[in-house]
T-cell receptor
Framework: AQTVTQSQPEMSVQEAETVTLSCTYD???????LFWYKQPPSRQMILVIR??????QNATENRFSVNFQKAAKSFSLKISDSQLGDAAMYFC????????????FGKGTSLLVTP | DGGITQSPKYLFRKEGQNVTLSCEQN?????MYWYRQDPGQGLRLIYY???????QKGDIAEGYSVSREKKESFPLTVTSAQKNPTAFYLC???????????FGDGTRLSIL
């Protein structure tokens, strides 16, 4: 079974600084998708960024970028110029191709942004 | 605007009672999913459905049941066999291109 591990239960960053959230996963597949979702206190799940495994180029969405290391099975999220609104739980997820494309989630990292 | 609607937002269950959580989408998505979220945990898959009248168990299906009679609707019933139902439940859907999942706003279920 595929597993997703987020080793940092909590992280803190000062406003305008950069923070990196870690994620590792285990799979025997060669083609798959990886995601980062944000869950603010409202509990809504918001897609932050998506990476397709066959693409070597790291995905970027404005202030959010990933460092995808396929051989190491690592998928970290970098948030640049952190803002107070970035404070949330962040979940790394792996899309399971043989389970109806459901998502397998890590346990999450709680990000605190300080002024 | 298209989206996923979950209702109710809060739900209370008495001992021995079955309760049903509603999930409706107007995105014309084929596949729908139910996840459970406990404190300090990520989301865990309960059931999923890729087409009408067909659904599959996820990792924690025991004590739950679903139906998919219409493409737009995927209700989840929490039965009395689920001994620890207190959690936050999220419904999601994805289009035929299997792109990113869209989530509803969730239902919080508690025991009275």
């Amino acid at each position: 079974a595929q597993t997703v591990t987020q080793s940092q239960p909590e992280m803190s960053v000062q406003e305008a600084e950069t923070v990196t959230l870690s994620c590792t996963y285990d799979t025997s597949e060669s083609d798959y998708y990886l995601f980062w979702y944000k869950q603010p206190p409202s509990r809504q799940m918001i897609l932050v960024i998506r990476q397709e495994a066959y693409k070597q180029q790291n995905a970027t969405e404005n202030r959010f970028s990933v460092n995808f290391q396929k051989a190491a099975k690592s998928f970290s999220l970098k948030i640049s110029d952190s803002q107070l609104g970035d404070a949330a739980m962040y979940f790394c997820a792996y899309r399971v191709p043989n389970s109806g494309y459901a998502l397998n989630f890590g346990k999450g990292t709680s990000l605190l942004v300080t002024p | 605007d298209g989206g996923i609607t979950q209702s109710p937002k809060y739900l209370f269950r008495k001992e021995g009672q079955n309760v049903t959580l509603s999930c409706e989408q107007n995105l014309n998505h084929d596949a729908m999913y139910w996840y459970r979220q406990d404190p300090g945990q990520g989301l865990r898959l309960i059931y999923y459905s890729q087409i009408v009248n067909d659904f599959q168990k996820g990792d924690i299906a025991e004590g739950y049941s679903v139906s998919r009679e219409k493409k737009e609707s995927f209700p989840l019933t929490v039965t009395s066999a689920q001994k620890n139902p207190t959690a936050f439940y999220l419904c999601a859907s994805v289009n035929s291109r299997r792109e990113s999942q869209h989530f509803g706003d969730g239902t919080r279920l508690s025991i009275l």
